[in-house]
């Protein structure tokens, strides 16, 4: 009844209800949410530090800045905001200005990269096959599962295409520019409540051990300079049973890319990845390959079960 009644008096409030109307939406920080709301930072962070202690929202921490976001379990939140007049006119035009602040900052982050000569989507970049490599993850992927992770998830695309059929898809990526691209994609497509984003480390998860379902890692190897304990961490919150999905470039001679797209890896073989899956109690099914200017091929794995990594 304690954590009721404490849930109950932090939701009671205009702002902060304005504040988990937003949030509920997508993931913003402070200072996006002073901009919305037209209120001053102490005030707002009082707020959300009584809606975070309270459980209504929780405090995703990205460098020097801090995202707030609706967690899975809030479904005392949820019911609260089911009761808002949708066209009460506070709360749409707190909407409209998140919209519209949403979009500067992906327009920010694209504009960074094209400064600084860099192309953020490499499929495009290699000439790769992007829809046949994407239709290749879904078929290897399963119909239906509960919380999946994308590894250095980019802009996002993954968590789009698996929304419809997981619980939860949350993609990790370091790159902040990414993640803001990544923010405005989910958020544009109404995809905010199923799918999110946070800064991490791919050596350094943030979450327990066995936490989702599936783990995808998707052209990301070959910029890691471990490849095996990149591996290691991705099943290590990879539940038993669960898919470890990888998709990489084949060996290659384009040693080009070694140079001007700060690769580490000239592509991996099939002995390779079987032997770091092994190594982090998975076993790798049958291989695919994705034809195209370069081959990209497709490692489906499954951590063993608990009995198995016992023995």
Known sequence: MDALLTQLRAA?????????????????????????????????????????????????????NAYFQMPAGADLARLILARLPEDDPRLAADRRAAARLAAER?????????????????????????????????????????????????????????????????????????????????????????????????????????????????MVLHYAEDPAAALAEAARVLKPGGTLLVADLAPHDQGVLLEKQAHRWPGFDDAQIAGWLGAAGCTAAQATTVPGPLAVRIWPARRAPVHALAN
């Not at 009671?12 to 988990?20: D, M, Q, Y």
């Not at 919305?36 to 530090?49: A, D, E, M």
């Not at 309270?54 to 405090?59: F, K, P």
């Not at 094209?114 to 992007?130: K, V, Y």
């Open 12 to 64: 009671a409030e205009p702002t902060r209800l304005r504040l988990l109307a937003l949030c509920a939406r997508h993931p913003l920080c402070v200072t996006d949410l002073c901009a919305v709301l037209g209120q001053s930072q102490p005030r707002l962070s009082r707020h959300l530090k009584l809606l975070t202690d309270a459980g209504l929202l929780e405090r995703i921490p990205e460098g020097a």
């Open 106 to 218: 992906a327009r920010e982050a694209s504009d960074a990269f094209r400064r600084h000569g860099m192309d953020w989507d490499e499929m495009r970049a290699l000439g790769l096959p992007a829809g046949a490599i994407e239709q290749a993850l879904l078929d290897a992927l399963p119909a239906r599962m509960g919380a999946l992770l994308d590894i250095g998830t980019g802009t996002g695309r993954l968590l789009e295409l698996v929304a419809p059929r997981a619980e939860r898809a949350l993609g990790v990526d370091m790159s902040r520019d990414m993640l803001a691209l990544a923010r405005a994609r989910l958020a544009e497509r109404g995809l905010a409540e199923r799918a999110a984003v946070r800064q991490a480390d791919m050596y350094r998860l943030p979450f327990a051990d066995a936490a989702f379902d599936a783990v995808a890692l998707q």
